[in-house]
């Protein structure tokens, strides 16, 4: 049974708690809170610590978090957070990361802050190598590492709760983020594409997942094991005149056109369609869907489709 879980950003804190206590009450599996420095959020680091206390079973991460350069999160205060958010969940974080858009307006968003937003190869190196770090001061070895970020007998204590660490997901479309998700991570997720899109996308992870090399002593989970998540837009509505509107509101909301290919990822429609939707997913290979609610911060639309799929 493919696990949903639901995605919150917003600066409003009192409707974002109600909407985290509803998503635990409702059965899903996952609730991630954005990062970054975006108008929409909060820090996304504080906030996981009040989701953390505010929640009892659900499983917690960022939607991504950034590691690029040590402005965004230094390797070992990634490490140092994650471990503490891990304490606060009782051991339900998942470190979810990401080596971020290829835009001009993401790349200004962090160099307006001062934050260095490297070219994508170097975005990827400096992934890869915040992992290994990350893992190896979860499991209190003493880390010495040369490049951009030289540590020196690092050490970091208390470990997490879980053990060997909490999972690393790895958020990737493009080959190299592909194959660098497929090297390194616990769990791959891509974002808004079509069922037949994400089955390609995951033959092509099962293959780099083959090829890849993946040593057992340094925490990562067995190959068999690396979930697969796809990151979609719901609407939950009741006739097809409520799904228009809700179309044209998705595309003002996004500056999108009516005809644009992006439509095709969003689940709008009755219980019935979004169901199919929800299955053509789970047949594509996906193991968790992480649903972006139309209605968001309102709850009726994630209890509806609670109802619809049985959850809990």
């Avoid at 998503?23 to 929409?40: M, N, V």
């Avoid at 960022?62 to 402005?71: E, G, K």
């Avoid at 992992?131 to 970091?156: H, K």
């Avoid at 429609?269 to 992480?290: H, K, N, Q």
Wanted: glycine residues 8%; neutral net charge.
């Amino acid at each position: 049974m493919i696990a949903l879980g639901v995605q919150t950003w917003s600066t409003d804190v009192a409707a974002v708690v109600r909407f985290w206590r509803a998503a635990e009450a409702c059965g899903y599996a996952r609730i991630t809170y954005g990062d970054g420095l975006w108008d929409f959020t909060h820090d996304g680091w504080t906030m996981l610590g009040a989701l953390a206390a505010q929640t009892q079973r659900v499983r917690i991460g960022p939607a991504v978090t950034y590691a690029f350069d040590r402005a965004a999160h230094h390797p070992s205060w990634l490490a140092k957070r994650a471990a503490t958010v891990d304490h606060l969940s009782g051991g339900r974080l998942d470190l979810r990361l990401a080596v971020g858009a290829e835009d001009a307006g993401t790349r200004a968003a962090w160099e307006r802050h001062g934050i260095r937003y490297p070219p994508v190869a170097e975005r990827l190196e400096a992934l890869e190598q915040t992992v290994g770090i990350v893992r190896a001061l979860w499991r209190g070895e003493a880390v010495d590492t040369e490049g951009a970020v030289a540590l020196r007998g690092a050490r970091l204590a208390p470990p997490p709760v879980q053990r060997p660490g909490p999972p690393v997901w790895i958020a990737a479309m493009k080959p190299r983020a592909l194959a660098l998700a497929a090297r390194c991570a616990d769990g791959w997720e891509a974002s808004y594409v079509t069922p037949a899109m994400f089955a390609a996308l995951n033959a092509r992870f099962d293959d780099l997942l083959v090829a890849a090399p993946r040593p057992a002593h340094d925490g990562r989970r067995p190959k068999h094991e690396v979930r697969r998540s796809i990151e979609v837009d719901v609407a939950l509505v009741d006739s097809r005149a409520e799904a228009t509107a809700w179309r044209r509101r998705f595309c003002t909301e996004r500056g999108l056109a009516e005809d644009d290919p992006l439509l095709a990822t969003a689940l709008i429609g009755d219980r019935e369609t979004v169901t199919a939707g929800i299955v053509a997913y789970a047949a594509a290979g996906a193991t968790d869907l992480m649903l972006g609610f139309a209605d968001f911060p309102a709850t009726g639309m994630l209890e509806r489709l609670a109802r619809a799929v049985e959850l809990g």
